[in-house]
């Protein structure tokens, strides 16, 4: 990501118009010349898909990615802006990066933190939903691949960064009760023990602590009780000698002291799946993967209103629910699966509430391609491909260019 002299003004200016939310300035940059996408700033070297990651500027970003940004080029600290928009709690941002496959799993230099680590210690839920989706279940019936995929999945929930600290550590040390619920539903180590020869992030927790320690110095009652009731020990003691009741006592979070002593006699609530399960985020993320950007926002055609989205009313339909079968635009799909709660009926745990008949949904599938007959129709009117706006190939030769 070098700069040249020739190019630095322009690209401070795309930087600049990265930073203010400025869209139609950074399309006018990028249109003069397409390689300013790859300026770095000097000193940090954020380019202008970090900047805009980190201010959540959506708009912004969806530019730069279509022009050709590299959505995992790394600052000098070695930080992708998958984790600046974690860090920030931008999930809109998140989830146009994970459209176009920013790797979760990369870590940054100075800490070995991934993204997970960077949304878990600020609290953001729906970024934390979105990077576990990159791992969610599987069409596959294949046993093996369902294990290797469950696998991967607990690996990289349980990724520790420097001191052998999890996100789960870093979400109960801040008191994020409904983060530390979201991450034990997903696999995470509730006995899991910082490094023994490491300084903890926290001298007053001292090294060899687990997240029940974490949770006694955060001071949050429901982060104990829910760690208890996965698992966690209240007799483990780190290498200060200290029991999870100690630190909350140097803490001054006496009124912990009832459910942490290991004498307790409090019965310890049993916790149903967190309502931020998302069992469908996985398979609309791969459908918008799959017919790409054009494809969330493709108005439908005024002279059939049988195809209009029935929340947005302004899109076409292009995928359906499994199960009750109603159909809705790939957008709105994936804003309910990112950003409301799931199903808190007795269904399937993660199932997203159809916002049509409120039955649960648990997968989304593509709908059937349109005939050649129906594009054919649209050929009159329009040199674009009309039904599917996955592309903008010329069909005015042949139906057979489009590359959707």
């Known amino acids: 990501m070098g700069n040249s002299l020739g190019c630095s003004a322009f690209g401070e200016r795309l930087?600049?118009?990265?930073?203010?939310?400025?869209?139609?300035?950074?399309?006018?940059?990028?249109?003069?010349?397409?390689g300013l996408v790859r300026y770095a700033t000097f000193g940090?070297?954020?380019?202008?898909?970090?900047?805009?990651?980190?201010?959540?500027?959506?708009?912004?970003?969806?530019?730069?990615?279509?022009?050709?940004?590299?959505?995992?080029?790394?600052?000098?600290?070695?930080?992708?802006?998958?984790?600046?928009?974690?860090?920030?709690?931008?999930?809109?941002?998140?989830?146009?990066?994970?459209?176009?496959?920013?790797?979760?799993?990369?870590?940054e230099c100075l800490s070995n933190k991934t993204a997970l680590h960077f949304a878990a210690a600020g609290g953001h839920i729906r970024c934390i939903r979105l990077l576990a989706a990159d791992f969610g279940s599987s069409s596959s019936k294949d046993a093996n691949q369902e294990r290797s995929r469950k696998s991967a999945l607990s690996s990289f929930i349980?990724?520790?960064?420097?001191?052998?600290?999890?996100?789960?550590?870093?979400?109960?040390?801040?008191?994020?009760?409904?983060?530390?619920?979201?991450?034990?539903?997903?696999?995470?180590?509730?006995?899991?023990?910082?490094?023994?020869?490491?300084?903890?992030?926290?001298?007053?927790?001292?090294?060899?602590?687990?997240?029940?320690?974490?949770?006694?110095?955060?001071?949050?009652?429901?982060?104990?009780?829910?760690l208890l009731a996965r698992g966690a020990s209240r007799l483990v003691m780190n290498c200060n000698g200290w029991l999870p009741l100690d630190v909350a006592r140097i803490w001054g979070c006496h009124w912990l002291e009832q459910v942490l002593s290991p004498k307790s006699s409090m019965i310890v609530p049993i916790f149903p799946p967190s309502s931020y399960l998302s069992l469908p985020l996985t398979s609309i993320l791969n459908i918008a993967r799959e017919c790409g950007l054009r494809s969330l926002s493709a108005p439908a055609d005024e002279s059939?209103?049988?195809?209009?989205?029935?929340?947005?009313?302004?899109?076409?339909?292009?995928i359906a629910a499994e199960g009750c079968g109603h159909e809705l635009c790939i957008r709105c799909a994936l804003y309910l699966c990112s950003a409301i709660k799931a199903h808190e009926l007795p269904e399937t745990p993660g199932s997203i509430p159809c916002p049509l008949c409120r039955n649960g949904i648990v997968s989304f599938k593509k709908l059937p391609t349109f005939s050649e007959k129906d594009l054919?129709?649209?050929?009159?009117?329009?040199?674009?491909?009309?039904?599917c706006f996955l592309c903008p190939s010329d069909l005015t030769t042949s139906v057979t260019t489009c590359r959707s």
């Open 15 to 34: 930087a600049a118009a990265a930073r203010d939310g400025d869209a139609a300035e950074a399309r006018k940059l990028l249109e003069m010349n397409a």
């Open 304 to 318: 059939d209103d049988t195809d209009v989205c029935a929340v947005c009313l302004e899109s076409i339909c292009n």
């Open 158 to 226: 349980n990724k520790t960064a420097n001191g052998g600290v999890t996100a789960l550590h870093l979400a109960a040390l801040r008191g994020f009760f409904e983060c530390v619920h979201l991450l034990l539903d997903l696999n995470a180590n509730a006995t899991a023990i910082t490094l023994s020869y490491a300084s903890s992030s926290m001298g007053s927790i001292g090294a060899g602590s687990t997240p029940l320690h974490y949770a006694a110095c955060g001071g949050n009652l429901k982060c104990c009780q829910v």
């Open 376 to 387: 054919d129709m649209d050929l009159a009117l329009s040199s674009n491909c009309k039904k």
């Open 44 to 107: 940090v070297l954020n380019s202008p898909l970090h900047l805009a990651a980190a201010k959540g500027h959506n708009e912004v970003v969806s530019v730069l990615l279509e022009i050709g940004a590299d959505v995992n080029s790394r600052n000098i600290y070695g930080q992708t802006a998958l984790m600046q928009a974690c860090r920030h709690g931008h999930w809109e941002v998140v989830q146009t990066l994970l459209l176009f496959k920013s790797n979760v799993s990369k870590v």
